[in-house]
Structures are given as C-alpha cells and as structure tokens.
C-alpha cells in the first residue's frame, strides 16, 4: 500500500485493514476485519472526542481492575450492553424442543456441594421462605435421562449471592450439584428466589445510572444441566409473577423459562412454595469446543484471578 503522509480518517481505516488482511487464520482474519470496519465505524459516527476516548480507557480500566474471583465486571458489562443474549440466541437457535438456553451471568462459582435428593442448598438462609424445585430432565423424546447433573446456584433471600456477603466469609451458599434418578427426576429445596439489582458500584452501575436504566433482574434460579451425550444447557427459571419479567436488565427473559412458583399454606404449618419444570436435552453432536467447555473457561477466570 502506498505511504500516505496527509491521512484522513478512512485512510487509517484502510491501512488498519490491509495490515490485518494478512493473517492466517482465516477465522481470526474474520473477526479483527469486523472489528477494526466496526469500532472504526462507531468511532467516526459519534465524532468520539478526545475526552470520551480517555474515558472509555479509564472505565475498561476500572472493570478490569474490578475483576476477581467474586466479580466479573466484563460479563456484567457484556450482559448489560445485551451482547450475551445476542451471542446465546446466535448460538442456540431454537425452537428445537431442547430447553431454551439464557445468560451464564458473572456468579457461578466452582466447588458447588454434591447434595442427594431434596437437599437443601438454603440451609443457612432463615429469613426465606422455604421452595421446592422439582421436575425431570428428559430427552428430546420425552425420555428420561438417569445421572443428568444439575449444577444450581441463586441469590439467598437477602437478594446478595454469597460471594457479594462478607457475613459468609467465602463460604459456598445457595449452591449445589444434583442428579437425576433412574426416572430422570431431580428435587431441590431452596428459599424463594427474590428479585434483586446487579452490582452497580463499578462503571456498569455508573453505565446504567447515566442512561437512566433500572439495575434489577426478575426473581430466578441458574442451572447448568448436563448428561454424557447430550448437549448441556446453561439457563434460568424465573418466577412467573415478578414485576422485572418485562425489563430484565441483562435482556435474559424467554418464555418458555418462566415458571408458576406456587404457594402452598398449609393449617397450622408455615407458608412454602413449590415449582415444577422439566429438563429437555438434545443429542450432542459437534466436536467443537462444547458449552459446557465454554462455562468451564469462564467460571475458571474467577479462579484465575484468585490466584
Ligand atoms: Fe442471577
């Protein structure tokens, strides 16, 4: 390409182009072409002054500063910005039968307690009002699968996961790993999930206030489901009569994920809610790196930096 000694704007942008159009992996040349057309495109359209290009350093900054085994404020940025549901519908187009798939989200922890049937993942949890989540996990057939394993994790009833309460010292709460019986059944007790903000004391929390945007997500609880042969997947169910179903901050609500909490009073005992939801697994089929590869990269950033 020529040298240029009087550049414009698209001249840079050509020359960045060029330079990248070299590289070898044709799918690694893919991505940097977009991104470079792309962010040199956003940055041409809005005019970007100097002193929001040193702001948006000073946040990206921040949020990796931010980051640890606790926080992941990349993924909350990601999540935020609706990027992880465009990602998640790309790669799970349904409908296919298979449960849908929404958001991992920045709080799973790895390490979650092995509990039997029924067990309680609430157990240090007293101001929640006990639940008990139960259903099946099937094939695309309608099948049971034995052995599926369901790795659940959710708020405690105070809306704060345990790694946001300093009161558990980093101990594991409101987490844990199930498997289905020889009917593909699985049964956890739990609080009611509750309805709670995202963390917004970094730049997503600024993000949000600046734009005039509610930091809350509807009542739920993550699963992770996977079985030997099958294609894990990594969803939520959220509670039917939560008032944030419509306006998710993070985007991650799919109607066929909503589920009825029902409550259940019985004379002379205490209030508690069931939910019933089935599981629907397709076949695995592709060698390519699995989802569940995917959920393990990220939640082993928290681990890597803990280090
Ligand atoms: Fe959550």
Known sequence: MAVHHNKTEDD???????????TPDPRLRQI???LVKHLHAFVKEV?????????????????GRMCSDKRQEFILFSDTLGVSMVVDLINHRKPDGATESTVFGPFHRLGAPEMPAGGNIAHLDKSGTPTLVSGRVLDLDGAPIQGALLDVWQTQSSGLYDSQDESL???LHMRGRFYTDAEGRYSIRTALPVHYPIPSDGPVGRM???TGRHPWRPAHIHFVVSADGYEPVTTHIFDRRDEYL??????????????????????GGKPHYTAEFDFRL???????????????RLAALGARAAE
């Open 282 to 296: 397709k076949p695995a089929t592709e060698l390519k790196a699995t989802v569940l590869d995917a959920q393990q």
């Open 32 to 34: 940097m072409l977009g």
């Open 246 to 267: 419509g306006s998710d901050a993070v985007f991650a609500v799919k109607d066929s994920l909503i589920c009825d909490f029902v409550r259940h009073e019985p004379p």
């Open 169 to 171: 010292g980093g101990a």
């Open 12 to 22: 840079i942008t050509a020359e960045v182009l060029e330079r990248f159009s070299q």
């Open 208 to 210: 949000l206030r600046a």
């Open 47 to 63: 005019e970007l002054t100097e002193a929001e290009w040193f702001q948006a350093i000073e946040i990206l900054t921040e949020a």
